[in-house]
């Protein structure tokens, strides 16, 4: 059984960074950052596979970065030039059966088994 406990979100103004993190416990394999805000559905942001793959939404590419520390066994989202439209509750996700390529770059939700309670990022203009 896989626990995930995220942290490090806030309310930061519009240009502004975080770092999120997820401590996860148990043996993981793809992990990834979700985003719901109000209203909305559930959004993938990035993920990361065994082999440092990674893969990001459109929406959030060249500001977040996705990373893990295996030794921690901890996974990260650094998150550059806030847009308010990043307002929303992020969630850690991950999965221990082998995800498949196709499934990796589609950021669906569904393909993912494990999930943390959420951090809110709030971002003001």
């Known amino acids: 059984q896989v626990q995930l406990q995220e942290s490090g979100g806030g309310s930061v103004q519009s240009g502004g960074s975080l770092k999120l993190s997820c401590a996860a416990s148990?043996?993981?394999?793809?992990m990834a950052w979700f985003r719901q805000a109000p209203g909305k559905e559930r959004e993938g942001v990035a993920a990361?596979?065994?082999?440092?793959?990674?893969t990001y939404s459109d929406s959030v590419k060249g500001r977040f970065t996705i990373y893990r520390d295996i030794a921690k066994n901890t996974l990260y989202l650094q998150i550059n030039s806030l847009k308010p439209e990043d307002t929303a509750l992020y969630y850690c996700a991950a999965e221990t059966q082998e995800l498949g390529l196709w499934a990796f770059y589609k950021l669906r939700a569904t393909d993912y088994s494990y999930w943390g309670q959420g951090t809110q990022v709030t971002v003001s203009s």
């Open positions: 148990g043996d993981t394999r793809c």
């Open positions: 990361i596979d065994p082999d440092g793959r990674t």
